[in-house]
Each structure stands twice: as structure tokens, then as C-alpha cells.
């Protein structure tokens, strides 16, 4: 088993939950320390109910993980939502003036922090945050210089008089607790490794800026925010144009103006915003046009569940815009791959001159994790296809925009340069632009000029890799799942193993092209099969099926807004092994 310390701080919307999981997650990178971190909080900016979950430890931290070691409540409502999540070795830290701890499983230690007697609440009012944050720490054996170096920092816009007081607060609650309260079993360790923490859109900006992204434009859409957020913050830095749009539809536009006048354009949306602009994604295939479209998932229909994680998307991205045409659709698996996969996908769309769409959701997008910074190639290949960018020769050929060639993919010029005028429209055309709805007549040309747009899908399928069976080739049970998904399951799968049950993993990262074939070779000796997936109706199985035929045994979904944990995976797995039922919707486990 993975060995891991999770703490949990929760409380309402604005009293400073997000402040001290920064720190701690600073702490703990800092440390050589893995983490993975969820937010689970409401869409309002003051009051309701906010919960941070840190996982962290010396090894892959791949999820949140299945158990919490520490909850430090910030208010009451916390106290009485999650202190039974707490079993025997955990601990509640919590202000002792004001919050009262109810009825713990045996074996929690409850920690009453005497807060007004330790700090000036009437001048400091997040002085419980801080005293926690020090008493934290120190039943996790970590040395207090570990927190005043973060705390000058967190503070190091403030004059100094505050941060003193803070420092000071903060060792009151660490001497404290080495006093009164009895420390972790297993104390945090530390390792010379030091790691990055991400969130994927900041992760996906910063993969964006590396391949090249020159324009980024942008309507305000959680959890994709924090994209246009990143971009905002370094643009200037990184010499790209950011525009803040009126609506998703003015967005995709100008995204495609700007690619069709040769940068690379890209922006980041929800489920509602992709909505808007999926008659201008047409635009972009049938002028071909490449751009890149972020999709971070949410709970939907409608408005749905803006501050909730889903997979709900699937079908909104196969079926965008009408009629057919290339496209490249892609879903990261991790936040680390929330980087790697924009410099991959703008070479994909370049090169074939196609929309892409990159499929994430809230989990990932605004989840954070630690990075290893050897992994983050700033530096990628970079490929922009059959791109004109000068002249060349005094004499050549009339310029055919759209010519007909056995790839599908016809030389692109950037406007302006001398020679190569040409038409660009949304209405299909012959090989020089024109209209062909100008004729009376035109079912060659249509046929022809379609038929050149579909074969780049070969091109595309020959650029992409196939997914690959994590595990033992030969196993009782193969579970598939997409996206965000791939954490989970992986250690959902070790969990397995360790008692007994021979699994491994099919995680799918390229959703167009699939790679069918492929596919269906790798579950032909599959014993067991079941797809795990973040929606009601297990929209990966129903595509899965209509490409291949193939029928999955079992599946296991979660549509509550919650991300899967660990063992909702594995009892899900013992429960269908034991043929109880072929659908399995584990229950988020919290107080209501």
C-alpha cells in the first residue's frame, strides 16, 4: 500500500480555507514530498461549505485517496459534516472557544486549540488558521523553520510587524501542540527531490505558451477560469495577446481569426460556453483552420453544478457543429498531462489543419498536483505543418488554398504574402475558394472537396499512439476509463492486487481517433470487463460500443459531482466479481 498523510480543511467561503492548503502544499513539495489536492466548495463567496483535501507522501500521489489523517474544522458545520470520516489514528484540530466535537470513532484524538488565550483574535481574525497550521505541523514532525520560511513569503507584500505577528501565532500553536497533543505515528518524511505544484489550468496555459500560443482568447467559465487567469498574469512576459470576450461565440471567432492569420490560438471553456461555439467549429473545419478548444467539464445539464466534477461531456465534443469533418479530440489523464498534451495536439491540428478539442474536467482543472519540473518540456517539437510563409520563387503555379491532394492536407499560406491570394469562406468551394454553390451545378466538386477534408482522419489515426493494458496481460478483471479517471484507477488496481485479484488497465487518452482495432484486441482475452466513468450514463461505454460493437460486462459510474476514490473502485470490482450486478454508483461519503 502507498504510504500517505491526507489532511482536510473545511469551513465557509471566506474564512481562509485555500491560504493554508497553499501553504501546506508548499511545505510539503518543498519537502520531496508527492501531493494530490481536491476543493470541494459551493459556487457562492461567502458562507456555505468548503472542504480541501491534501494527499501527500513520498511516493505517486495519484488521487485524494480513500482515508483523512487530519481535519482541522473552521466552523461548526465542518465539525458535524466530517469528524466520522476520522478513524482510529486520526485527529480533529479545531478551536476549542468555539467549536464542539460531538461523537469521534474510537480511537480519534480530538485537539481542542484554546485559541483567544494563544492569539488576539479581536485583531488577528484568522488567527485559528494560523495556530492550526503550526500545531498541524507539528504532530506531523515538521520542523518549524519549514513554516516561518513559508510565511515570510506568504506575507512578504505586508509590512513586517505582520508577519512577526503571524510567525508568532503560528509557533504559539506549534509549542502547543507538542505539548498537549500526541503526535502522528508516522512522521512526514523529506527527500532531496523537489517538486512543482499545478493545477491543470495552470498546467494547460503554461503547455499552451510552450507550443507557441501566441493569442488566447477567453469568456470567464468555471473551473476553465483559471486558464484565462495564467494567461492574463504572464502575457506580456511571454509576448502572447490575451483577450477577455464578450461571449464564447465572440471567443471562438476571434480565436480562428487569429489562427487563420498564421499564430497559434487557443481558449478554454465549459460545457455552456463549448455550446456557443460549436457553429463556429465548423467554421474552422470547413475553412481548415486549425485551433485548440479546452473543455473542462462540469456538472450539467444547464448550468448544472458549476463548482462539480463530471464526464458528462463526451457526446456534446463527438457531436459539435454539423456534417463531417476532421477533428482531434484528446482527455489528459493527470495534471502533469494537462501540459504535455497541448504542444501534442497543436502539432496534431496543424499539421492536418483540423479543430482540436482537449476534454478535461473540474477534477483536474482546478485539482492540484506535484510536478516533477524535469517533466515540463518548455522546449517541445514544435510542427507547423504545410505552412507558407514567404514567397520562395518569383515563378510558381497559381496558389489552390484548398488543393486537392492524396493526403488531405493542401499548403497553407499566412495572408499577405505576395502570390498566394486566395478566398477563405464558410460555404464549401472548389480548390481556389470559390464558391461552388456560385454554379448550378457542383455534386463533383462537393463530393471531391469532402472526400479531401475526411482522409486526413488516416493521417491524423497514423500521428496518434494506440492505448496500451497497464498490468498483467491475462487478468480476471480489465477496467477502462478515460481522462481524469487514469489516477484513481491505477491505485484502485494495486488496492486489488494486493487482495488478491488479478486486474490491469486500459486508460484511453485519445477519444478521436479511437483506435477501435487496437482496442479490440487488447479485450479479446479479457476475462471481466468493466468502464469506470464520471457520468450517469456511461457515455464512453455507449461510444465505445458504436466504434467497435464492443460490450463492456460491468460499469461503475458516479454522477453525485464527486470524484471517485479509491475504494469505491475496488468494492465496486468485489461486488461484480461476486455477480451481484453489472452496475455499480458508489456513494460520496460525507455528512449533509
Known sequence: MRQSFTLAIGGAAGQGVATPGDIFAKIFSRRGLHLNAYNAYQSIIRGGHTFLTIRTGPGIISNTGDTIDLIIPLNQDTMDRHLRLLTSGGAVLYNGDSIKPGEAAAGVQLCPIPVSTLADISKNKIAQNTLAIGAALSMMGIGFQALEEVLIEQFRKKEQKVIDENIAIARAGYDYAGKNFKPFAWPVPMTDTKYAVLSGNAAMAMGGAAAGVKFYSAYPMSPSTGVLHWFAEHARKANILVRQVEDEIGVINM??????????????????????????????????????????????????????????????????????????????????????????????????????????????????????????????????????????????????????????????????????????????????????????????????????????????????????????????????????????????????????????????????????????????????????????????????????????????????????????????????????????????????
Open 255 to 592: 480565436a480562428i481569426g487569429a489562427a487563420h492569420a498564421g499564430v497559434r490560438a487557443m481558449s478554454a471553456t465549459s460545457g455552456g460556453g463549448f455550446a456557443l461555439m460549436t457553429e463556429a467549429l465548423g467554421l474552422s473545419a470547413q475553412a481548415e483552420i486549425p485551433i485548440v478548444i479546452i473543455d473542462c467539464q462540469r456538472a450539467g445539464p444547464s448550468t448544472g453544478v458549476p463548482t462539480k466534477t463530471e464526464q458528462g461531456d463526451l457526446w456534446q465534443m463527438l457531436g459539435a457543429s454539423f456534417g463531417d469533418y476532421p477533428r482531434v479530440i484528446a482527455a489528459p489523464l493527470d495534471i502533469a498531462d494537462c501540459f504535455t498534451l497541448i504542444p501534442e495536439i497543436f502539432n496534431i491540428v496543424d499539421r492536418f489543419q483540423c479543430p482540436g478539442i482537449v476534454l478535461c474536467d473540474l477534477l483536474l482543472a482546478e485539482g492540484r498536483l506535484s510536478v516533477d519540473p524535469k517533466v515540463l518540456d518548455f522546449f517541445p517539437p514544435i510542427d507547423r505543418g504545410e505552412l507558407i510563409t514567404s514567397n520562395g520563387t518569383a515563378d510558381h503555379e497559381p496558389y489552390l488554398r484548398y488543393k486537392i491532394t492524396e493526403s488531405g492536407v493542401s499548403p497553407r499560406v499566412i495572408p499577405g504574402v505576395p502570390g498566394h491570394t486566395h478566398v477563405v469562406s464558410s460555404d464549401e468551394h472548389d480548390e481556389d475558394g470559390v464558391l461552388i454553390s456560385d454554379e448550378y451545378t457542383n455534386a463533383h466538386k462537393r463530393r471531391a472537396m469532402m472526400e479531401k477534408r475526411m482522409r486526413k482522419e488516416q493521417g491524423i489515426a497514423a500521428s496518434v499512439p494506440a492505448p496500451k493494458l497497464l498490468g498483467p496481460a491475462e487478468a480476471d478483471v480489465t477496467l477502462i476509463g478515460w481522462g481524469s479517471t487514469y489516477g484513481v484507477i491505477d491505485e484502485a488496481c494495486e488496492m486489488l492486487r494486493d487482495s488478491g485479484v488479478s486486474v490491469n488497465h486500459l486508460p484511453i487518452r485519445w477519444l478521436v481517433p479511437l483506435h477501435g482495432d487496437e482496442i479490440l484486441k487488447l479485450l479479446k482475452n479479457a476475462k471481466l470487463t468493466i468502464v469506470v466513468e464520471n457520468n450517469f450514463s456511461g457515455q464512453f461505454a455507449r461510444y465505445l460500443r458504436s466504434e467497435t460493437s464492443f460490450v463492456a460486462d460491468g460499469h461503475i459510474r458516479k454522477y453525485d459531482g464527486e470524484p471517485f476514490m479509491p475504494h469505491h473502485i475496488v468494492e465496486a470490482v468485489k461486488e461484480q466479481l461476486a455477480g451481484k450486478t453489472a452496475l455499480s454508483v458508489p456513494t460520496h461519503e460525507v455528512m449533509v
